[in-house]
């Protein structure tokens, strides 16, 4: 009860701080773009407790009520959307005995009848041994229809956050993007959806083909990006970590971060995501673009912060008293947990039922 208080005031703080020069609160913001405030984005999934963009991600993700299913949008040879994060299939597949002269080729070079030969779960197994399951070996490269067919099924209704990814790669998925939605009905106002990107041109390209979707541009400091204050690279750093390599990169200053927001707001987002520097740093650690200066600024633009990838309830906690609107998750339900929204269904418990 005191720690439900607690979160309360400091959300509440946190929100009252950043009643905006533009005059909405970010609660007010959120509503008028139907985006819940504050925001549960399960990043590849529940994809902590289950192999990342697989089925039983997604399904663990929906059933515990997330209210984004989070996916990377890439385009097989045939012209097929998939959900896929990296630029190859190396990590996260058996590409490299299945098709091992082509396993450094990206997502493009292969069919999705190909695609779909591939083990997308095994490698959580021995990547991950203590969260482990049998049923993960053999599990699927899954198309956007896939996850679409996931958010519709079950007693919650998730929305989908879809990151175009490598844009350059796959001239026209903007495009393609719309088509598939709009056939599947996503564009017609009952459903949530939030389009989000790196690129600027992406957004732009976007913000002409769903103008009346909210979109989110994500922030980063380097290249493409915010430009930075030190253009030391890792390798020169010196540095052993690159968590905390990246923990101390900044903008170059205020008016580099803000021009960002202006590209953002001038190309129709509702939004940014930011990137986070997490307490005990790991391989999605990057620079804190969070800080409630930060936060303060990007409201009075009259824009949401969502910022991505917070696992840690320790985390949470800093994120959300400097401001932030939404998160992007690896662990759905821990961060359902911190937002007093946690189901009553376990983990294991969804996984069962769902036959994992
Ligand atoms: O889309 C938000 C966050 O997912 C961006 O980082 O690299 O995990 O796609 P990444
Ligand atoms: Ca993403």
Same mark, same amino acid.
């Given at each position: 009860?005191?720690?439900?208080? /607690?979160?309360?005031?400091?959300?509440?703080?946190?929100?009252?701080?950043?009643?905006?020069?533009?005059?909405?609160?970010?609660?007010?913001?959120?509503?008028?773009?139907?985006?819940?405030?504050?925001?549960?984005?399960?990043?590849?999934? $529940?994809?902590?407790?289950?192999?990342?963009?697989?089925?039983?991600?997604?399904?663990?993700?929906?059933?515990?009520?997330?209210?984004?299913?989070?996916?990377?949008?890439?385009?097989?040879?045939?012209?097929?959307?998939?959900?896929?994060?990296?630029?190859?299939?190396?990590?996260?597949?058996?590409?490299?005995?299945?098709?091992?002269?082509?396993?450094?080729?990206?997502?493009?070079?292969?069919?999705?009848?190909?695609?779909?030969?591939?083990?997308?779960?095994? =490698?959580?197994?021995?990547?991950?041994?203590?969260?482990?399951?049998?049923?993960?070996?053999?599990?699927?490269?899954?198309?956007?229809?896939?996850?679409?067919?996931?958010?519709?099924?079950?007693?919650?209704?998730?929305? %989908?956050?879809?990151?175009?990814?490598?844009?350059?790669?796959?001239?026209?998925?903007?495009?393609?993007?719309?088509?598939?939605?709009?056939?599947?009905?996503?564009?017609?106002?009952?459903?949530?959806?939030?389009?989000?990107?790196?690129?600027?041109?992406?957004? !732009?390209?976007?913000?002409?083909?769903?103008?009346?979707?909210?979109?989110?541009?994500?922030?980063?400091?380097?290249?493409?990006?915010?430009?930075?204050?030190?253009? %030391?690279?890792?390798? $020169?750093?010196?540095?052993?970590?690159?968590?905390? /390599?990246?923990?101390?990169?900044?903008?170059?200053?205020?008016?580099?971060?803000?021009? =960002?927001?202006?590209?953002?707001?001038?190309?129709?987002?509702?939004?940014?995501?930011?990137? $986070?520097?997490?307490? !005990?740093?790991?391989?999605?650690?990057?620079?804190?673009?969070?800080?409630? =200066?930060?936060?303060?600024?990007?409201?009075?633009?009259?824009?949401? %912060?969502?910022?991505?990838?917070?696992?840690?309830?320790?985390?949470?906690?800093?994120?959300?008293?400097?401001?932030?609107?939404?998160?992007?998750?690896?662990?759905?339900?821990?961060?359902?947990?911190?937002?007093?929204?946690?189901?009553?269904?376990?983990?294991?418990?969804?996984?069962?039922?769902?036959?994992?």
């Amino acid at each position: 009860m005191l720690a439900h208080l /607690y979160k309360t005031l400091c959300l509440t703080a946190a929100l009252g701080a950043a009643a905006s020069a533009h005059g909405q609160t970010p609660e007010q913001l959120a509503h008028a773009a139907n985006i819940p405030h504050p925001a549960v984005i399960a990043h590849r999934g $529940a994809s902590y407790d289950a192999p990342e963009s697989t089925l039983p991600a997604y399904l663990l993700a929906r059933d515990l009520g997330a209210d984004y299913l989070e996916l990377d949008v890439q385009r097989t040879r045939d012209g097929q959307l998939i959900a896929l994060h990296d630029d190859t299939l190396l990590r996260t597949t058996d590409i490299a005995s299945k098709f091992p002269e082509r396993k450094d080729k990206p997502v493009s070079d292969f069919t999705l009848a190909e695609l779909k030969t591939l083990d997308a779960g095994s =490698w959580f197994n021995a990547a991950h041994p203590q969260r482990a399951c049998d049923s993960y070996k053999g599990l699927k490269i899954l198309t956007l229809d896939e996850v679409l067919d996931v958010a519709q099924g079950g007693a919650h209704k998730p929305g %989908v956050y879809i990151e175009t990814k490598v844009p350059q790669q796959f001239p026209g998925i903007e495009h393609d993007l719309k088509a598939k939605l709009a056939q599947r009905g996503w564009l017609d106002g009952q459903h949530r959806v939030v389009l989000q990107t790196f690129e600027k041109g992406s957004l !732009e390209l976007l913000a002409k083909e769903m103008p009346q979707v909210p979109k989110v541009l994500l922030l980063w400091v380097g290249e493409g990006s915010i430009e930075p204050k030190s253009t %030391v690279a890792f390798a $020169a750093s010196g540095m052993k970590d690159k968590a905390a /390599y990246y923990a101390q990169q900044q903008p170059r200053d205020r008016a580099e971060f803000e021009r =960002w927001l202006d590209i953002a707001k001038a190309n129709g987002a509702v939004g940014t995501g930011p990137s $986070a520097a997490l307490t !005990e740093g790991g391989e999605q650690s990057y620079m804190d673009l969070v800080q409630p =200066w930060m936060n303060k600024l990007t409201h009075d633009k009259g824009l949401l %912060v969502h910022v991505y990838t917070v696992d840690e309830a320790v985390d949470f906690k800093k994120v959300s008293e400097a401001g932030v609107d939404g998160i992007f998750t690896n662990r759905t339900s821990e961060l359902l947990k911190f937002y007093d929204r946690a189901s009553t269904e376990s983990v294991s418990q969804i996984l069962q039922r769902n036959g994992y």
